[in-house]
């Protein structure tokens, strides 16, 4: 594996006006020059990143400008975004409003599981877009077959739910665990137990399962019948199992956990506590449902999370890299839990023919390219430079978690995932946070062993002006 290499220490502010922007422009102009003479094994790839037209960039600085008082005036602000838009991708590179060059290491949050622009994916969506992209679930829809029996083939799965979303199918996933609870056991108080600094989703349902006062807080009351553990703790699920006394009034139907929690830090799964969850939702009759929205689909080195944990789940969720962008989400289930019926629950987006072929075609990409078995060679490669870097900056990093594509930098108390991410920002590498202090990479499956290097590369200048 070819070591990542160091640059001189060079340091530069936040762009905070419009001068300040162009500013921090020619300061990230210089930067990039002097990185493509000094650094011989990303050269060639860090000499493409160097903007040197100025008028292009004046005018795109007008179009972004444009494009920023046009949202701050139109689109309700939920998101704090980066001042850059994109104008196109490739594999895992982007091009923003200057025509820069950036590594994608955030992936769309996990959702471009093929990359930008791959073809094969280009050419489903285009076909079937001369054809018929949407009727509605009152007919058939042979693509939603194809795909549903693709995911069971390749799952513990029988039976599969479509929606628009992660958040959907996890409410889909309650739903059908609060109908198991009344058609098995007449239940009138059901009860859900998830994790806390889990993340679920923002819609009632799904936010009722988030155990998080951040996300919480501000849309009480909840909805009723989830009561919280932490994550991994096998003597405190326990313990709350004991504690509650089971009737057929109120009792545990379902128990909701990530396979590996994404917004709570990118905390990996314990084995033991999984397999302990297994257990006892098979004693005592509950469903185990797992969140795989942000980790199915192969970003873990495997297609599902829960083949780490030698469990099969009575119900599991996927969505993000799913379409690889294309916005789908699914529910799967196994038989005996498989209740729902006709008005139950529905969605009029959910599984209609363009998403459906987009689903199928990075499914058979996924296959063919043999993303899954990339995703655990660079994820390993990732974590091992990952690892030399917190050796190297022991007052920053505290640690590296993940699994595949999915990991973690957890920071030290006086550093912070922004000033990260701001820095690489600078340096054309694009990461995410997962909390305050914890750094999130999670770029494309089809990332290879070179822009694994470069990310190495450029955030061990990151650290280096950090300290």
């Keep these: 594996m070819m070591a990542f290499l160091s640059s001189p220490q060079l340091f530069f502010g936040k762009a905070k006006t419009k001068k300040g922007m162009n500013d921090q422009k020619e300061r990230i102009l210089r930067k990039r020059i002097h990185l493509s003479r000094h650094c011989t094994t990303f050269s060639i790839y860090l000499k493409e990143m160097v903007t040197t037209s100025s008028d292009a960039t004046s005018q795109e600085n007008s179009a972004l400008d444009k494009v920023l008082s046009d949202f701050d005036k139109y689109v309700v602000k939920t998101y704090n975004r980066q001042p850059l838009y994109f104008s196109h ?3 895992a590179w982007l091009w923003d409003q ?3 060059k950036l590594l994608d290491f955030v992936g769309g949050i996990a959702t471009c599981s093929v990359g930008h622009c791959h073809p094969k994916l280009i050419d489903a969506v285009q076909q079937q877009m001369n054809s018929v992209h949407h009727v509605s679930n009152l007919y058939y829809i042979p693509q939603q077959v194809e795909l549903a029996k693709w995911l069971v083939e390749h799952s513990c799965a029988d039976k599969v739910f479509f929606c628009n979303s992660g958040t959907e199918a996890n409410e889909a996933a309650i739903k059908l665990a609060r109908k198991y609870g009344k058609v098995r056991w007449n239940c009138k108080e059901p009860i859900i137990i998830s994790a806390n600094k889990s993340f679920h989703g923002r819609t009632c349902g799904s936010l009722s399962a988030t155990a998080q006062p951040k996300y919480q807080s501000h849309f009480l009351p909840l909805l009723p019948g989830f ?10 699920f326990l ?11 109120r009792r545990i139907v379902g128990v909701m956990l990530e396979a590996v929690q994404g917004e709570g830090g990118v905390m990996p799964g314990d084995e033991k506590f999984f397999q302990t969850v297994r257990q006892v939702c098979s004693q005592i009759g509950a469903l185990m449902i797992l969140d795989e929205v942000q980790v199915g689909m192969g970003r873990t080195g495997r297609l599902w999370g829960y083949e780490h944990y030698r469990i099969e789940p009575d119900i599991f969720t996927t969505a993000k890299g799913l379409a690889g962008g294309v916005p789908i989400g699914a529910m799967l289930c196994q038989s005996h839990c498989d209740l729902f019926e006709p008005g139950d629950h529905a969605a009029t987006f959910g599984g209609n023919p363009l998403s459906c072929v987009a689903a199928l075609s990075v499914c058979h990409i996924i296959e063919e390219e043999q993303l899954i078995e990339n995703a655990k060679e660079r994820g390993m490669e990732l974590q091992i430079g990952l690892e030399k870097l917190k050796q190297s900056y022991p007052q920053c990093i505290s640690q590296v978690r993940g699994l595949g594509l999915l990991i973690g930098l957890q920071l030290k108390d006086g550093y912070t995932a922004s000033q990260v991410i701001d820095r690489a920002l600078e340096q054309n590498l694009l990461v995410l946070s997962a909390g305050p202090q914890v750094v999130r990479l999670a770029p494309p499956l089809v990332i290879t062993q070179e822009q694994v290097q470069l990310a190495l590369h450029i955030l061990n200048n990151v650290f280096k002006e950090l300290i």
């Design 89 to 91: 991708g490739n594999g």
């Design 98 to 100: 200057d025509e820069r």
């Design 239 to 249: 313990e709350l199992v004991d504690n509650i006394k089971s009737s057929d009034d």
């Design 227 to 236: 009561l919280y553990v932490d994550y991994n703790d096998t003597s405190s």
